[in-house]
């Protein structure tokens, strides 16, 4: 590596400004360049690629969709609204996968659902139907969600909830997606804190219901822990430490060079930074917990729901809470859903009878991990 950036620099030196030579290179380690390589009159500029916002997503999508059969309807500016935090990577991923569904149904054109579920993809990897669950499991999973989705729900500084199901994917047996309305740079307190109640919500449904914890919520402590952590000792949010930063890279703790060293705080300080740890989460532990007592009704009514109708989307939630019935909620889907069937049984008459009417690029449904 040393040799690499000797030779680098040597080479760079031998520029003269008549040479007209650009050179530009990219890292996602820019904390451990060499300093000799940033001195002026060699990589004297920075650009920083942070994830794209809305406007920008728009524009990636617009450059791998280009050449790919997208249905008229589909609008990439609202698909760029549906995707925030996306890269590019995942977007090129999105498309990807939708294009592969399309073409695996026999579509011509790449329509709004395939997409969608390139979104679910990307998030949450590809469904597993293939994991069979117990009936107890499938109903704590169902509980466990719906606890995530009403403590969401009722918090007014959680995302709006998206999307609730009971259906595996990856490595998760069920998922809440919850999603900003639009791209956010800074995060409020009062939004870290109702984002770790909606996350707790999952394991408080379990004890409310079951007087019994599992395995399952490992990714949600995970997460918990993680935010108080970081409100405490990277964003100066507890009163009792004060606006200060307790630890050493704390800019990047991916990034971090010497993960080892000495913590910069005495052992009296670490005593406190673990108890206001604790607080922080036993506090959204406890909301979660009081949200979920206070509209237990719903809890159990809407979780017989996911357990029938394995996902519910955000409308349908809604709808669900106003104290709509169940069938009247779910009227527009059913019929959608007897549409599809009965257009599918049409085509597939048609491809049969037209077999070179299919998409024009390869189907790989091999090269898909599906379960
Ligand atoms: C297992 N998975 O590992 C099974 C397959 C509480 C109903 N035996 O919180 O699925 O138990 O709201 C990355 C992402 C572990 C790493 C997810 C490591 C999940 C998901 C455990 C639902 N939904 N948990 C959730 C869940 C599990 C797990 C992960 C991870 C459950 C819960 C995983
Ligand atoms: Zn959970």
Avoid: C
């Amino acid at each position: 590596r040393e040799q690499t950036l000797n030779q680098l620099l040597v080479e760079m030196d031998g520029f003269e400004a008549k040479d007209n030579i650009i050179l530009i290179a990219a890292t996602n380690r820019p904390d451990i360049l060499d300093p000799a390589l940033l001195r002026p009159g060699r990589f004297d500029r920075q650009i920083v690629v942070d994830r794209p916002d809305r406007d920008g997503r728009a524009q990636i999508l617009r450059v791998h969709t280009k050449g790919k059969p997208i249905a008229k309807s589909i609008d990439l500016a609202v698909l760029a609204g549906q995707t925030p935090g996306f890269t590019g990577a995942d977007l090129a991923n999105l498309v990807n996968e939708a294009a592969l569904l399309a073409a695996r149904k026999g579509k011509r054109v790449i329509e709004q659902t395939e997409l969608e579920e390139g979104i679910m993809r990307v998030i949450a990897g590809p469904e597993k139907k293939s994991r069979i669950l117990s009936e107890k499991e499938r109903v704590v999973t169902a509980y466990h969600e719906m606890g995530h989705a009403l403590v969401g729900h009722f918090l007014p500084d959680a995302d709006p909830v998206h999307k609730i199901s009971v259906v595996s994917r990856g490595q998760a047996l069920g998922y809440t997606i919850s999603m900003p309305t639009e791209d956010k740079f800074l995060t409020t307190r009062a939004q870290l804190e109702d984002q770790m109640a909606m996350t707790l919500g999952g394991r408080a449904a379990e004890e409310l219901m079951f007087n019994e914890i599992t395995t399952g919520a490992a990714n949600d402590l995970e997460k918990v822990t993680s935010t108080a952590k970081q409100m405490t000792m990277r964003f100066g949010m507890s009163e009792k430490l004060g606006p200060r930063v307790l630890g050493h890279n704390q800019g990047a703790p991916f990034l971090g060079r010497d993960m080892h060293s000495e913590p910069d705080y005495s052992d009296d300080l670490a005593r406190t930074i673990d108890s206001e740890i604790r607080r922080i989460i036993e506090e959204a532990h406890q909301r979660a917990r009081d949200i979920l007592t206070e509209h237990r009704d719903d809890l159990e009514l809407l979780s017989q729901v996911l357990l029938k109708r394995e996902t519910i989307e955000r409308d349908e939630f809604l709808g669900l809470l106003a104290g709509e019935p169940e069938d009247v909620v779910f009227a527009e889907r059913d019929a959608k859903a007897a549409r599809a069937a009965a257009e599918l049984e049409r085509e597939s008459d048609k491809d049969t009878a037209k077999p070179n009417k299919r998409m024009p690029y390869p189907a790989a449904p091999e090269a898909l991990p599906e379960g």
